[in-house]
């Protein structure tokens, strides 16, 4: 079992920058890649990065180029960098691990809210 612990979230105006990071424990045999999805009330979980073991990362379009994912392999944590943030960027942020290429775990989620 992996866990994942999210920090990080909160309350930003428009315009501004989080940064969300993300400690993987547990056994950690397999985990290939991590990344952060999001979720607001009545759509379905969004996947907005991920990346790789072989530093392959992928953004969705609406993040892209306002968004930064990283991680330390040494701590086992990956960040999101998030700036210029939008009011529909509002949402529950969760970390994700994935198991040999498989998403497989995820954290308890944390909350970015996003004024205009």
């Known amino acids: 079992q992996v866990q994942l612990v999210e920090s990080g979230g909160g309350l930003v105006q428009a315009g501004g920058s989080l940064r969300l990071s993300c400690a993987a424990s547990?056994?950690?045999?397999?985990?290939?890649?991590m990344g952060w999805a999001r979720q607001t009330p009545g759509k379905e979980r969004e996947l907005v990065a991920a990346?790789?073991?072989?530093?392959?990362?992928n953004y969705a379009d609406s993040v892209k180029g306002r968004f930064t994912i990283s991680r330390d392999n040494g701590k086992n944590t990956v960040y999101l960098q998030m700036n210029n943030l939008k009011p529909e960027d509002t949402a529950v942020y969760y970390c994700?691990?994935?198991?040999?290429?498989?998403?497989?775990?995820w954290g308890q989620g944390t909350q970015v809210t996003v004024s205009s």
């Open positions: 994700l691990a994935y198991q040999y290429s498989v998403p497989k775990f």
């Open positions: 547990g056994n950690i045999v397999g985990i290939n890649a």
């Open positions: 990346i790789t073991d072989a530093r392959g990362i």
